[in-house]
């Protein structure tokens, strides 16, 4: 079964500066896909970033990068130019796929706090 | 584009009482997963329905049963509710025909269930 670690329980960063969210991961499988959910105070899990394991090159989204060793087996999250906004839980994810479907399994989650 | 709707917003019930939690698709969407969030952890895969049947389920008691109807909208209920059940309860809804380049769900804002 698909294992994710998050080990930062919070993290704090100051407005505009990047900030790196760590994420660990363990599968036997060769093809998988990781993702990263954001999550603010309404509660809704909101996307952000997606990688799949056959991806040659790290995946972007705006101010979300995905830093993908694969070898390592991380997946950190970095996000740029920080903003108030960012403040939120974070989530790394993986798609475990199952007999007659899938299913995420998530990591215990970062919080994280923008400064001003 | 409406996204995954889900109802209520907020729930308080008692212990050993019956609850019934509702979601609605987002438009294209015909698979639905719910999600139990525990406060300060990451969401438990519960169980997934697709052509109105439960085609995974998570490592939740038969006291979690849900449905699915025609229009994909679908119902978690939960009997004898115990303090423990005291959650977020999020639904998220995908398309099983995307392969290789799925993204993963669409997550709706939740259902917090308080038990007391």
């Known amino acids: 079964a698909q294992k994710i670690t998050q080990t930062q329980p919070g993290m704090f960063v100051q407005e505009k500066e990047a900030v790196t969210l760590d994420c660990t991961y363990d599968?036997?499988?060769?093809?998988?896909?990781l993702f990263w959910y954001k999550q603010p105070s309404s509660g809704e899990m909101i996307f952000l970033i997606y990688?799949?394991?056959?991806?040659?090159q790290n995946a972007t989204e705006g101010r979300y990068s995905l830093n993908f060793q694969k070898a390592r087996k991380s997946a950190n999250l970095v996000i740029s130019a920080s903003q108030l906004g960012d403040s939120a839980m974070y989530f790394c994810a993986m798609r475990e796929v199952m007999e007659y479907g899938n299913k995420l399994v998530f990591g215990a989650g970062t919080i994280l706090r923008v400064k001003s | 584009d409406a996204g995954v709707t889900q109802s209520p917003t907020h729930l308080i019930k008692t212990r050993g009482q019956q609850v019934t939690l509702r979601c609605s698709p987002k438009?294209?969407?015909?698979?639905v997963s719910w999600y139990q969030q525990a406060l300060g952890q990451g969401p438990q895969f519960i169980f997934q329905y697709y052509e109105e049947e439960e085609r995974q389920r998570g490592n939740f008691p038969d006291r979690f049963s849900g449905h699915q109807f025609p229009n994909y909208s679908s119902e978690l209920n939960v009997n004898a509710l115990l303090l423990g059940d005291s959650a977020l309860y999020l639904c998220?809804?995908?398309?099983?025909?995307?392969?290789?380049?799925?993204?993963?769900?669409?997550f709706g804002s939740g259902t917090r269930l308080t038990v007391v």
């Open positions: 599968t036997s499988d060769q093809s998988y896909g």
């Open positions: 990688q799949g394991s056959y991806d040659e």
């Open positions: 998220a809804s995908s398309s099983p025909g995307q392969g290789a380049a799925w993204y993963g769900y669409t």
């Open positions: 438009s294209g969407h015909d698979t």
